[in-house]
């Protein structure tokens, strides 16, 4: 039996499982920093493996480690454990889901069950196919990805481990299952956070001219920061500004004392990121004086992810495993603009990170990630699975680093 077919068959007589543990995850989702009971029974899970779990200080995350005892690389296969404070509908696009959160207010509208399936899934087999492999595996099960909250403890705890590589994954809505989407070079925008109140004096409707109205001053300064960013930014190294929210004031005849507004930057290049960062603070803050206002910048308006770059000899290899494993499930995708904390990874050792799609139309498991409706169709983790298993023994099957 080959390699490939000796994988596909782990995955297959493992179905009951994957489906098991994915459907488990689901039903009890929790919020980034609080996944207690996540972590608990990940933990669990992998000490039943037989793998060393070490806990990170401070943090819901942890590692588990499947050693082989014999000399080689070490990589890591990641997956964040939190979901989103969303309600989830019990309908995806066309029917009815198979099923949904029972944590009110709580689901997992990003597929983090999807990865976590195949982080813990990965050690499994793994483990069933280790006269394949040398070195050592560290499962990473990373606290908070959609806040950043967990990446510092986690690549502090990582530091000293000898990590050669990072193996990441994300499913994906808008690819079909068994498809999958590997980006060379930047792949996941960096983001930076706005948030900010411009200050000024309240006053009654009627007498507009004894007030000094930041809502007036708020309006000039998003026109100003339009224009700018098609003047005063290298247009070959974009960054977008996506305003989310303005709120100020509550009724017709009042002049509020303040306005908040709240956005985020994204971008491929970090230095472009700052300068963009640097550059909506001075307009922001020049605009506000013009009108007679001061500015705010609370503690959200910093750089709050790096871009995401994918190593491109490690992409090689993962484009190769995925040839040799799914034929022809190579599809082309430009960069995403989305931002993801596992650009921390780089900062230890070259990374690579996967899309596998779990789109299927005919079902309605098509909506977009982040809402009540998202649902994924189960198959896609089995390829994603395959994947993640094949890299990881071919990276791994050389006795020397």
Known sequence: ????????????????????????????????????????YLKNRCKDLGLIVEDVDGSTGFTALFDTGRPGKTLGIRTDLDALAIEEDSYNLKEKKILVSKNPGVSH??????????????GKILKKLEKEINGKIYLIFEEAEETGAGIDAMVSHLKDKGLDAVYGNHQSPTLDVGKFSIIEGPAYAGCAGVDFDVIGRGGHG????????????TAQIITSLNS??????????PVSLGIGAINGGSAANVISDSANVKGTLRFFDL??????????????????????CQVRFNDYTKIVAEPVINDRSLVKKVKKNLEDLYKDSLVASPKLWISESFYGYSKLCPTVFVNFGTRNEAKGQASDLHTAKFDLDERGIDYGLGL??????????????
Request: net charge neutral; aromatic share 4%; hydrophobic share 40%.
């Open 1 to 40: 039996m080959t390699l490939v077919e000796k994988i596909k068959e782990e995955i297959k007589l493992n179905k009951d499982d994957i489906i098991k543990t994915r459907r488990y995850l689901h039903e009890n989702p929790e919020v980034s920093s609080k996944e207690f009971e996540t972590s608990k």
């Open 109 to 122: 509208a990003c597929g983090h069950d999807s990865h976590m399936t195949i982080a813990l899934m990965s």
């Open 206 to 217: 009627s007498r507009p001219d004894l007030a000094i109205n930041p809502l007036i001053a």
């Open 228 to 237: 700018a960013w098609n003047n005063q930014l290298d247009l070959e190294k």
């Open 271 to 292: 230095e472009e990121g700052k300068k963009a960062l640097d550059l909506l603070k001075n307009i922001t803050s020049l605009t506000a004086k013009a009108h007679g």
């Open 388 to 401: 993640a298993i094949k890299f990881a023994i071919d990276f791994l099957k050389e006795s020397d680093k």
